[in-house]
C-alpha cells in the first residue's frame, strides 16, 4: 500500500471538517451548531471556517493522508504564537481550560486536530500524519510538539505516547452541556531538542 501525505487544498475541506467532527467526537460542530447566526446551520460555521485563507481551522493548516488515493486521515496543525493572546470573552466556557494549556507552549507546533477514517485505521495512517506534523515543526523552528487531548479517549493517548509525547499537564473539561460527563484535557507534548 502506498501512503503520502500532502498539503491540504481547499478540495479538501470536507475531509477536514469530518476531521474536526471525528477528532472533537462531534463537539465543535454542536457547538458551532449553537453559535451559527440564524439562518445559518453548525455545518456552515464549519465549512466557513475550514475554507478560510487563515484561521486555526483553516484548509491552509491541513495535511491529507492519502492510500492507494483514498483520503484516509488528516491533520490540522500550526506553530502557536511565541507570545500568546490573552482568552478573551468569546471563548466558550468549555474551551478556557484548553485555551490556558496551549498557553503553557508558546512557540510549540500544535496539532489542533488529527482523525483518521475507520477504513485507514490499523495502516500507519495516524504515525505518518505524526511523523509529518514533527517534520513541520523542525522545518519551523519550533522547539517540540504539542496537543491536546481528552482524558477519556484513551486509544489516542495511547497513540501518542508511542509516538513520544509525555502528558505535560490537565485540566477540568466539562462536556456535561453536550450530554458528556465531566473529563480532563491532557496537554502533551514532545520535545524536539
Known amino acids: 500500500m502506498s501512503l503520502t501525505i500532502r498539503k491540504a487544498t481547499l478540495d479538501d475541506a470536507p475531509l477536514l471538517l469530518r476531521v474536526v467532527d471525528m477528532a472533537s ?7 458551532w451548531a449553537k453559535m451559527a447566526p440564524s439562518g445559518l446551520d453548525g455545518a456552515a460555521v464549519g ?14 493548516n491541513g495535511f ?3 492510500q492507494d488515493g483514498a483520503k484516509t486521515g488528516g491533520l490540522i ?10 482568552i478573551g470573552p468569546d471563548v466558550p466556557e ?40 514533527e517534520k513541520q515543526a523542525r522545518e519551523s523552528g519550533s522547539p517540540g510538539l504539542a496537543l491536546i487531548v481528552a482524558a477519556t479517549n484513551e486509544n489516542a493517548i495511547r497513540v501518542y505516547q508511542r509516538a513520544g509525547y509525555a502528558e505535560r499537564e490537565r485540566r477540568p473539561f466539562d462536556l456535561s452541556d453536550f450530554g458528556e460527563a465531566p473529563t480532563e484535557a491532557i496537554l502533551m507534548t514532545k520535545d524536539l531538542v
Open 25 to 31: 467526537d462531534g463537539l465543535l460542530p454542536t457547538l
Open 94 to 133: 468549555v474551551f478556557v481550560g484548553i485555551e490556558e494549556l496551549a498557553h503553557l507552549v508558546p512557540g510549540h507546533w500544535y496539532i489542533n486536530f488529527m482523525a483518521v477514517v475507520p477504513d485507514g485505521r490499523g495502516h500507519g495512517v495516524g504515525t505518518a500524519l505524526l511523523r509529518e506534523a
Open 77 to 86: 496543525g500550526y506553530r502557536l504564537p511565541t507570545t500568546p493572546k490573552p
Open 64 to 66: 491529507i493522508a492519502e
Open 47 to 60: 465549512e466557513a471556517l475550514v475554507t478560510a485563507e487563515d484561521g486555526d481551522f483553516s484548509y491552509r
